[in-house]
């Protein structure tokens, strides 16, 4: 459900302006799953990136994600799609980062008709899922 920066809690709006403070074209969202709102998502541009990024109601940070381009990938990971992953092309890939969990990339990949759907560790571009379709 969506809803205005004054409907959020004020440490969440708070939290949210000052880790994204050149954050532009917001939107927020109630997670509707409850009857009061636990957590509140926030999707929005940084320069031509998107991001959502989701807030608990005491205004910690729990889900970071950005839309990539591969040109912006980490080196480790470009090289880990180079080496094992050669002659696919890289769709959608996205950056993910759950509170307490380890930060991953997710990436579609695509090859002679084949798809993939693609989760590496950010630290050291180890395959945490691998999906064909």
């Given at each position: 459900m969506s809803?205005t920066?004054?409907?959020?809690?004020?440490?969440?709006l708070?939290?949210?302006?000052?880790q994204f403070?050149?954050?532009?074209?917001?939107?927020?969202?109630?997670?509707?799953?409850q009857t009061?709102?636990?957590?509140f998502v926030?999707?929005?541009?940084?320069?031509?990136t998107?991001w959502?990024?989701?807030y608990?109601k005491?205004?910690?940070c729990?889900?970071?994600?950005?839309d990539?381009?591969?040109e912006?990938?980490?080196?480790?990971?470009k090289?880990?799609?180079?080496?094992?992953?050669?002659g696919?092309?890289?769709?959608?890939?996205q950056?993910f980062?759950?509170?307490?969990?380890?930060?991953?990339?997710?990436l579609?990949?695509?090859?002679?008709?084949q798809?993939?759907n693609?989760?590496?560790?950010?630290?050291?571009?180890?395959?945490?899922?691998?999906?064909?379709?």
């Amino acid at each position: 459900m969506s809803c205005t920066p004054q409907a959020l809690p004020a440490v969440v709006l708070a939290n949210f302006q000052k880790q994204f403070p050149s954050a532009v074209v917001i939107r927020w969202k109630m997670d509707a799953r409850q009857t009061t709102a636990q957590y509140f998502v926030a999707s929005f541009k940084i320069g031509i990136t998107n991001w959502q990024v989701t807030y608990d109601k005491d205004g910690r940070c729990t889900m970071k994600m950005k839309d990539m381009l591969f040109e912006d990938l980490p080196q480790n990971i470009k090289d880990k799609l180079i080496k094992e992953f050669a002659g696919y092309s890289v769709r959608k890939p996205q950056y993910f980062e759950y509170l307490g969990a380890d930060p991953y990339y997710s990436l579609t990949l695509f090859k002679a008709g084949q798809v993939m759907n693609l989760r590496l560790k950010a630290s050291d571009a180890s395959v945490i899922a691998e999906r064909k379709q």
